[in-house]
Structure formats: structure tokens, C-alpha cells
């Protein structure tokens, strides 16, 4: 693997390779001194056009963790200020000597492009409605550690509500999930469906009432309102009617259903509950997993040949 752009540059024995990558991470992110020398002389450079709390902190404690260099970019306080063109930001950062890129931007296709004018790696730490692929393998650690198969997610149903039209975790997911065997529903109002979902392999719902009592997952999504250049063809009271979860629908979910939210909660508008009262809430699970998967990714795309067994094993 050379960058890491799309769910779709993994084959699925390439996706259960890597959370079994991760599993060894998370076993290093239970130590007393969570620290392995693994990336030790590398150089990785987190790139983020657009806010985030849970990718670029996760990456970076992620590069930390294997004893990388992390430099951190923010566009708000870099030279595009001035006029730099992203180009020339990219070229910079890798005549400094940068080993591997995470990129986050509005745009799809960005991080594509940023390995048109680098040798270095690129990882798409999410760009516009296209693709977080990082998201959907830390969502499918998740599932399948909960519930405890782990090459699969063969006879699982798994809902995904809300806003999906501007959703690249949704993209991401539905790719992932589908191909790991999971039955997947997308519930949302016409105007938050992609215009097609044509070879998604997915089924729809109109409503969340039509799927809390029956599904293994529950995956919520926030209203992108940053992504919508139109008006919400439904109003917010009929969307939380139809699509938002509340204390009773909650309590109507399986016991051993998983509540899954990729972060960050709107409460009061699809969450109306607080997830810490949901016994089947993985969502701070979920960020926890994130720094193990990430850290299989980069040392995938970095480590090279060197065993993971003998690069894992000491401390730093
Ligand atoms: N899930 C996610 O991408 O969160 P951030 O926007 O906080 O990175």
C-alpha cells in the first residue's frame, strides 16, 4: 500500500490484514508507556484545510506512539493566508523531509491530487462528501471486535440514519460493511439520499421507527449543514420526528445492539438522548479505537518489511 485515499484501494482480506494490525496496536495502547520505536526517523505532517477534533488528534497521538516526528499544519495559521497555492504547501512540506501526508479538505480529490507533487505517503483524512476511509476501518474494528467475528460482518444488519447525501463516512462505511458482509439500510428523507445509490447494495427506510427494534447496529450521522448549498427541502421538527433518536426509541434497540456515531454529536437535534444513558453506546469506544487503527495504517504505509512482531514488541 502506498497511500491510503479510498476504502476502495483495500481488497477485504487487505481490511481484515489491518484490523488484525490493530489489534497488536491496541494491545501497545494498554501498556503503562503506550510508546513502541516502530516509526523511529520518520516524519509525518498532518494537513487539515477543514476543522476536526477526533482525526487529526488520533493521527497525531497515532504517529506519536510509533516514535514518529509529527508536524502540524493548520491552514487558519499557514501561508494560503497569504495566497500560497496548496501546491507549493505541499512541495514545502516535503523538501523538509516529511515521510507521509494526512490530509483532510473540503474538497473531494484533494488528497488524489496531493500525490501528483510528492514522493511521500498520503492518507485522506476525509475530503467533501467522498470518501474517510481511516472512519469506516475504525468503525469496522468496532463491530467486529464487539462482536467478536472477526473476519466479518456476515449476517448483521446495520442502519445508517441521517444526513447520508453529504456524508463521506457514510460512503466509506456502506463500501466497507457492504464488502465485509453486512446488510445495510439507509435511513433519511429523499432530499439527504445520494440522487443514486445505484451499486451501493444497500435497502432504504423512511424512518428510524421502521428499523430501532430490529437492527445490530444503530449508526447516527450529524446534519452536515458546512457541505449544504441548498435548503432543507423538510423541516427541522419533521427530520428529529422521523430521523432523530430519543430516550424511547433508544430503549427500543436489541440488547445487544451497538449505538455508533462517527463524531461530532449534535444533541438536541439526531441525538435527543445522551448516549452515555445507552448501555449499547460504542461512540467514545469508537474514538478510542481510532488511535490503534491509525497507527496500523501508518505503520502499514511506513514500517515497510519489517515484522511487526519484532518492531512492536519493545518500548521506545
Ligand atoms: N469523525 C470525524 O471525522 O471527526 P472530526 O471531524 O472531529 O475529525
Do not use: C
Request: aromatic share 4%; charged share 20%; proline share 4%.
Amino acid at each position: 500500500m502506498n497511500h491510503l485515499l479510498s476504502t476502495r484501494d483495500l481488497s477485504v482480506d487487505e481490511i481484515v490484514q489491518l484490523l488484525e494490525l490493530a489489534d497488536h496496536m491496541a494491545e501497545i495502547n494498554s501498556r503503562a508507556v503506550p510508546k513502541v520505536p516502530a516509526l523511529r526517523g520518520k516524519t509525518i505532517a498532518s494537513v487539515f484545510f477543514e476543522d476536526s477534533t477526533r482525526t487529526r488528534l488520533s493521527f497525531e497521538t497515532a504517529a506519536k506512539r510509533l516514535s514518529a516526528e509529527v508536524m502540524t499544519f493548520s491552514a487558519s495559521t499557514s501561508s494560503v493566508n497569504k495566497g500560497e497555492s496548496l501546491r507549493d504547501t505541499i512541495e514545502t512540506l516535503t523538501a523538509m523531509g516529511v515521510h507521509a501526508f494526512v490530509v483532510r479538505h473540503k474538497s473531494s480529490g484533494v488528497p488524489k491530487q496531493v500525490t501528483q507533487w510528492t514522493n511521500a505517503a498520503v492518507v485522506n483524512a476525509g475530503d467533501g462528501w467522498h470518501q474517510h476511509p481511516t472512519q469506516a476501518m475504525l468503525d469496522a474494528y468496532t463491530i467486529t471486535r464487539n462482536f467478536g467475528d472477526k473476519e466479518s460482518m456476515a449476517g448483521r444488519t446495520i442502519a445508517i440514519v441521517g444526513d447520508i447525501k453529504h456524508s463521506r463516512v457514510a460512503r466509506s462505511n456502506v463500501d466497507v460493511f457492504t464488502r465485509m458482509g453486512a446488510t445495510v439500510v439507509l435511513v433519511a428523507p429523499d432530499a439527504l439520499l445520494p440522487s443514486s445509490i445505484e451499486g451501493w447494495n444497500v435497502t432504504t427506510a423512511s424512518s428510524i421507527d421502521e428499523v430501532v427494534g430490529h437492527v445490530d447496529v444503530l449508526y447516527m450521522l450529524r446534519m452536515q449543514r458546512e457541505r449544504m448549498d441548498e435548503s432543507l427541502v423538510i423541516s427541522m421538527k419533521e427530520y428529529t420526528d422521523l430521523y432523530a433518536l430519543t430516550q424511547d426509541r433508544a430503549a427500543r434497540l436489541a440488547p445487544h445492539a451497538l449505538l455508533m456515531h462517527p463524531g461530532p454529536i449534535n444533541r438536541g437535534v439526531e441525538m435527543q438522548v445522551d448516549p452515555s444513558e445507552v448501555p449499547g453506546s460504542r461512540i467514545l469506544q469508537q474514538v478510542a479505537n481510532g488511535i490503534s487503527v491509525r497507527m496500523a495504517v501508518l505503520f502499514s504505509l511506513l514500517g515497510g518489511e519489517i515484522s511487526p512482531a519484532i518492531t512492536l514488541g519493545g518500548d521506545a
